[in-house]
């Protein structure tokens, strides 16, 4: 079976589970040939202090060169790009990133791109190449469900400008959702220990950076109790492996307002949005491919 071109578009430092999603793109080789990591902005949060978007890049590359070394692609490095310092509103120049997506994308038949950021990078791309749109699927885990009512989700409000112009542009595009959707892929420490512990320095480093992400946005001790965390951006990567696990549909694409809500139109261009997903074979996927050993 011929394997589906990808590019990982990602912001792997702000948070901890774009490095899960890079670990279980990588375990999915079989499937998937990824051409490139390109390296999206993001903006300071709780987890990942940060005083420009170029110093982010930079923590970026570094993540992901740490995680290619540990996971034994070591190889893969060359294949990371930085891409822009400015998010799209401002800045709608060529970078490093989005020069390589326009390559990649005119050279083969087809690409997918999983965005789980700031979709900034592939905006730029797009506007630079628009030919590129004719040969790409963009997987992009970003905003909320129509039904949430409202839409300051962390990778949508950095650049909505870059979303109302992918949204709008003629490539093909899947949205899932965070809240109500991705948020399904929700775990604890404890969940994670017993699959991952056991399966090397990679599982513990998992289990580590969750721990210390729960702490960074824990609002006091008392939370402890209870406390389970999503790990959205694996949908992307799991949506790529296999689109049986997700419900969805085709709808004309929003409006965005100017309060970042969505409003419904008649619009002739679709685009898909997720519904649901099945946590369980997604998870499953994922601890198996990671190491972990089913015993009878």
């Known amino acids: 079976m011929e394997r589906e071109n990808v590019i990982l578009d990602t912001d792997i430092s702000n948070e901890v589970d774009d490095q899960f999603a890079l670990c279980y793109l990588l375990k999915s080789l079989d499937k998937l040939n990824l ?4 390296i999206a902005p993001f903006s300071s949060n709780k987890y990942a202090v940060i005083n420009s978007l170029e110093e982010g890049l930079n923590l970026s590359y570094e993540t992901a060169c740490k995680l ?11 294949r990371i790009f930085k891409g822009a310092n400015t998010f799209f509103g401002e800045n709608k120049n060529l970078n490093e990133a989005s020069k390589k997506i326009i390559e990649i994308a005119l050279s083969n038949e087809h690409t997918t791109i999983i965005a789980i950021g700031a979709i900034t990078n592939v905006a730029v791309a797009i506007f630079n190449e628009p030919r590129i749109a004719e040969k790409i699927k963009v997987i992009w885990l970003g905003g909320h469900s129509f039904l949430t009512g409202y839409n300051t989700e962390y990778n949508f409000r950095q650049d909505v400008t870059a979303v109302r112009f992918v949204f709008n542009s003629n490539a093909e595009l899947v949205v899932i959702p965070c809240k109500n959707v991705a948020q399904a892929l929700t775990t604890t420490i404890y969940e994670l220990d017993f699959y991952l512990k056991e399966i090397g320095e990679l599982g513990k480093y998992l289990c580590k950076i969750v721990k210390d992400c729960n702490k960074a946005h824990r609002k006091d001790e008392t939370n402890i109790i209870g406390e389970a965390k999503p790990l959205w951006d694996i949908s992307a990567v799991a949506y790529a492996v296999n689109e049986n696990w997700f419900e969805s549909q085709k709808v004309s694409v929003p409006e965005i307002l100017d309060d970042k809500t969505y409003k419904m139109s008649e619009s002739e261009r679709k685009i898909t949005f997720v519904n649901n997903m099945d946590r369980n074979q997604i998870f499953k996927d994922l601890f198996l491919k990671l190491g972990y050993k089913y015993e009878i």
């Open 68 to 78: 290619l070394e540990m996971t034994g692609f070591d190889n893969y490095k060359s």
């Open 35 to 38: 051409n490139a990591i390109t």
